[in-house]
């Protein structure tokens, strides 16, 4: 049962943790009366907001304009692309109704679940010639999935994303396309999220339903778990056939277009959670905090106040001035331990206390949300220093976290050992051959639970290498990462 303003300990109950993390930060709540639903609060919705802001200025780089597509998608549609339907059957809620009356099965409407088939009936009308191919673009919406088992920011039934789409005249530009923009979220988690992640391909059992190839970036979270952090899809034809979608080439023939779709969704802030915080509560990179310093004035009386908050206003505005987010938490009614509990809970990075003996002495108070302790800083330096301070802290998160994942990472070669790994529900990265079969990786699953997260890209694993197949002793011609995963 959970306990406000108790967080679990991870080595306790991880699941507890995570929920208790998600409530004490003030970042979600389940909204009971929406099934598998929740709401964002403003805290947690700012974080999503950074991961737009972004993404959204790498899309544009490489070109791609946003766009925006219904909701509602005729069930027509969805039935067309006859694997795509398949895939997602299970998950799709229907529009039955509407209007005061029951619709006619040929005009029922699904709630977007994904964006491919709609958005290729539009490339129809939009695509014409080579001279119209490239199509990059991009949408951030909410989608549908009616989902059994639901855990906030990881597994929702309603949840926000974004999902890139394009067109191309050759399968070759298509699978560039498909690769730079598994780049650009490798790059983003590295960079901004201080993620560490493993690019790979899917096996054909875990691809994306009417894709003809996926490539993912996979984390691992503090529990030994992978997340799969974002994913990037080669269509083919297949949507092109489907919703016949072609264009006049150069030399005046008529071919089908060549199709993408990649996307990342809010779990990244459950990714965030999972890869840093710890059993006091949220941790945050500074890249990726909607609030980066926070200054808590201690001032009792009257005569304290008006000796300390301009000198506070004036640090808050020169922190700004360096492109720093920052608060000023002045509240009346807390009181100094209050804040900093709370602000801890919520992740911020830097956390500055001033008050009459700091302004006497010259020197703030800070304290690291990663620290155990406090240091002294001049507070004319503050402004110059800060920014090298949370440029540190953000590689101190990265090198954490990826130290935590090669502690976490073992190669096998026998199932014995494998099996080893998964028992009382544990769980690391590991590297093993397997045959390649969809028999071999069902079997695999049905006795441990752990899936095969991908098949590693060229230096992202270990160096390829012929072996057997830890469960049947089959040839394999390179070891792949299997793990439990959310």
């Known amino acids: 049962m959970a306990v406000e303003g108790k967080i679990t300990k991870q080595a306790e109950d991880f699941p507890a943790w995570y929920q208790d993390v998600v409530r004490e930060g003030d970042l979600a709540e389940v909204a009971k009366i929406v099934k598998g639903c929740m709401v964002i609060k403003p805290h947690g919705y700012a974080i999503w907001e950074r991961i737009q802001a972004g993404l ?20 027509s549609f969805i039935k067309k692309e006859a694997e795509h339907v398949e895939g997602f059957a299970p998950e799709i809620a229907i529009v039955t109704h509407a209007g005061g009356k029951d619709l006619p099965e040929n005009e029922q409407y699904c709630i977007r679940p994904t964006s491919e088939t709609i958005i290729g009936h539009f490339f129809a009308k939009w695509i014409n010639s080579y001279r119209d191919l490239p199509l990059l673009i991009n949408q951030w919406a909410n989608v549908m999935r009616w989902e059994m088992h639901t855990r906030m920011f990881l597994r929702t039934t309603e949840f926000l ?82 919703f016949d979608v072609k264009f006049q080439t150069e030399a005046g023939a008529e071919e089908y277009v060549w199709q993408t779709s990649w996307g990342v969704s809010t ?43 301009p000198v506070v206003d004036k640090l808050a505005a020169d922190l700004k001035s360096k492109g720093l987010t920052v608060e000023v938490d002045d509240r009346e009614g807390k009181r100094p331990g209050e804040k900093y509990y709370e602000w801890e809970r919520k992740g911020v990075p830097v956390r500055i206390e001033i008050g009459p003996r700091d302004i006497a002495s ?15 800083i001049a507070i004319d330096s503050l402004a110059e220093q800060l920014p ?39 769980s690391k990265f590991v590297w093993c051959h397997y045959d390649g079969t ?12 752990a899936t095969i997260r991908c098949i590693p890209l060229d230096g992202q694993g270990p160096a390829k290498e012929e072996g057997k197949c830890i469960l049947t002793g089959k040839p394999s011609k390179q070891r792949v990462l299997i793990a439990k995963a959310y």
């Open 161 to 242: 994303w974004q999902e890139g789409h394009t067109a191309h005249a050759t399968h070759e530009d298509a699978v560039n396309e498909v690769e730079k923009m598994l780049d650009v979220y490798a790059e983003f988690a590295k960079n901004v999220m201080a993620m560490p992640v493993i690019k790979g391909r899917k096996t054909e059992s875990e691809r994306f339903a009417g894709a003809v190839d996926t490539l993912c970036i996979e984390a691992m979270m503090r529990d030994g778990k992978a997340l799969q952090a974002g994913t990037s899809h080669d269509l083919g034809q297949n949507f092109g056939k489907a």
């Open 438 to 449: 969809k028999e071999t990786e069902a079997a695999i699953k049905d006795k441990t639970k």
């Open 362 to 376: 010259g020197e703030a108070m800070i304290k690291l949300r990663v620290s155990d302790g406090k240091q002294k």
């Open 388 to 426: 090298g301070i949370l440029d540190e802290f953000q590689t101190f998160l990265y090198e954490r976290a990826l130290k935590f994942r090669e502690d976490n990472t073992v190669s096998v070669d026998t199932f014995d050992e494998f099996e080893a790994v998964f028992k009382d529900g544990g």
């Open 267 to 309: 779990r990244l802030v459950g990714a965030l959670i999972m890869t840093h915080s710890d059993d006091t509560g949220l941790i945050l990179p500074p890249k990726m905090a909607p609030i980066q310093v926070v200054i808590v004035p201690i001032a009792r009386k009257e005569s304290e106040k008006e000796l300390v908050i």
């Open 56 to 75: 959204d200025k790498r899309f544009k780089e490489t070109g791609h304009k946003n766009a925006y597509f219904p909701l509602l998608i005729p069930m």
